[in-house]
């Protein structure tokens, strides 16, 4: 049956309005380079002489490269660890969004996935509320997004147009993990919004670009015996006294027996840590049960696994000075482990 005249301009009209809105809304983004804002000569450095919390090291076979990345937005690029040059921006995001233009950048994760590279990364708009914890912080609107690229040294941009997790979540440290061919997200649900910090997971879509159902709990930071309630060390978060327990920094990984770990951070009995747990399933569900103690408890923490291009693997990890009046800069450190067996073990320094 053919349609009326006047339905056929009407649909018509709908079509050609829903273009226009389509052009407007994407020529209202605006994709900038954020991160790092000093000066713009890059250097060349050796690895000692770098400052970086949360660092994660990618080694790209195709470029024959090692790319680390930190807090910060930075990204530094070596061809062998030892002489490094940078700082380089590689991030660039709408700065329409919500994510502002000078968003805090923490702990970007460089992954290769499929064919192309992904960065995990974390931004915080402190001008953004999204919570109140009686007698303890203004939440502000952090979170975990995914953003892509053709190459490991960038330009990344979004993968999606939509938020991972619920806005009114303080979600920080989003990684990478794969099982029976599903992508998902391990991340934490900050401590200070829940108090006692979680590491959840989410499915992600095949693309990355979005999540399918409800993110879970995949355990609680005072379930390890080695974490320490941050009043009772004596530590302040942003000059205040808050109570509760840090879940930061989760990374999964296999023993060589096929074992589930996950590698995560908070706060023990020598100020950051880095403890480990493992999966009793064997798949990421769990349920976890958390080593009695930590894997290097001295001041050290938020800690990943690499493997060079001589075989070698890697953890790669910030560490602090214990001196809490002068502590100086996080600077990235190398440990040689072991993961043969059925649990990781730290074989020592690495210097490369």
């Known amino acids: 049956m053919k349609k009326p005249f006047h339905l056929i301009i009407t649909l018509s009209a709908l079509c050609l309005l829903a273009c226009n809105q389509t052009r407007n809304t994407e020529s209202a983004k605006q994709y900038t380079y954020i991160g790092w804002q000093g000066k713009h000569k890059v250097d060349t450095v050796c690895f000692d002489s770098l400052q970086m919390s949360d660092p994660f090291i990618l080694a790209d076979e195709a470029t024959e490269t090692y790319y680390m990345v930190g807090s910060g937005g930075s990204m530094w690029k070596s061809p062998d660890m030892k002489m490094w040059t940078g700082p380089h921006l590689y991030l660039t995001v709408d700065t329409t969004s919500w994510i502002g233009t000078s968003p805090r950048i923490w702990a970007p994760e460089l992954h290769e996935y499929r064919g192309k590279y992904y960065c995990f990364v974390t931004f915080t708009n402190p001008r953004i509320i999204v919570d109140t914890v009686p007698n303890r912080y203004h939440v502000q609107r952090r979170s975990t997004h995914i953003l892509v690229s053709d190459k490991a040294e960038g330009p990344y941009q979004p993968v999606g147009d939509g938020n991972y997790l619920p806005e009114d979540w303080s979600v920080l440290d989003g990684s990478l993990w794969e099982e029976d061919g599903v992508p998902y997200m391990v991340f934490c649900h900050e401590w200070m919004q829940t108090v006692n910090g979680m590491v959840d997971y989410v499915r992600l879509t095949p693309d990355l670009s979005g999540i399918t159902g409800n993110p879970a709990v995949l355990f609680r930071a005072s379930e390890a015996t080695w ?126």
């Open 227 to 352: 974490s320490r309630e941050m009043q009772s060390i004596g530590e302040l978060t942003f000059g205040m006294a808050l109570e509760g327990y840090v879940a930061d920094g989760p990374f999964v990984f296999r023993t060589g027996t096929g074992r589930l770990g996950m590698l995560w951070s908070s706060w023990g009995s020598r100020r950051c840590a880095q403890g480990v747990a493992y999966s009793e399933s064997g798949k990421l569900a769990g349920p976890w049960t958390q080593c009695s103690e930590p894997l290097v408890a001295n001041n050290a923490g938020h800690g990943m696994l690499f493997r060079t291009f001589e075989g070698k693997l890697l953890m790669c990890l910030h560490r602090q000075s214990l001196d809490m009046e002068n502590p100086g800069p996080r600077r990235p450190v190398l440990l040689e482990v072991d993961t043969s067996g059925e649990r990781i073990k730290i074989l020592g320094e690495y210097y490369p």
